[in-house]
């Protein structure tokens, strides 16, 4: 069984900065494509972030293009989302997940495991 925890959420100020990490269990982090996601109230989960099993690509959702950037640490078994110039339409839980191993994309029904959410609250 795979567990992922999210840390790293809380309140700041648009315009700042929040950076996320997600620490994973077992001993294959280093063979599945990791993602973040989120949910603001009474909106759907959507995707935010992903990366490859070996960080060779990553791929984003339009609306946070240029200022959020997703990174892994396979030796730490980490993945990291580093969170600027954030909105407040950014405010969110935000959800580390794993993609199934032939999952072909980044859609909630392709993640086979999912963290419990961490809070991000973005004041204007």
């Known amino acids: 069984q795979v567990q992922l925890v999210e840390s790293g959420g809380g309140l700041v100020q648009a315009g700042g900065s929040l950076r996320l990490s997600c620490a994973a269990s077992?001993?294959?982090?280093?063979?599945?494509?990791m993602g973040w996601f989120r949910q603001a109230p009474g909106k759907e989960r959507e995707f935010v972030a992903g990366i490859s099993a070996r960080a060779s690509t990553t791929d984003y959702a339009d609306s946070v293009k240029g200022r959020f950037t997703i990174s892994r640490d396979n030796a730490k078994n980490t993945v990291s989302l580093q969170m600027n110039s954030l909105k407040p339409e950014d405010t969110a839980v935000y959800y580390c997940?794993?993609?199934?191993?032939?999952?072909?994309?980044?859609?909630?029904?392709?993640?086979?495991?999912w963290g419990k959410g961490t809070l991000v609250t973005v004041s204007s």
């Open positions: 997940a794993r993609r199934r191993l032939f999952g072909g994309s980044w859609s909630t029904a392709d993640m086979d495991f």
């Open positions: 077992g001993r294959t982090f280093d063979s599945y494509p």
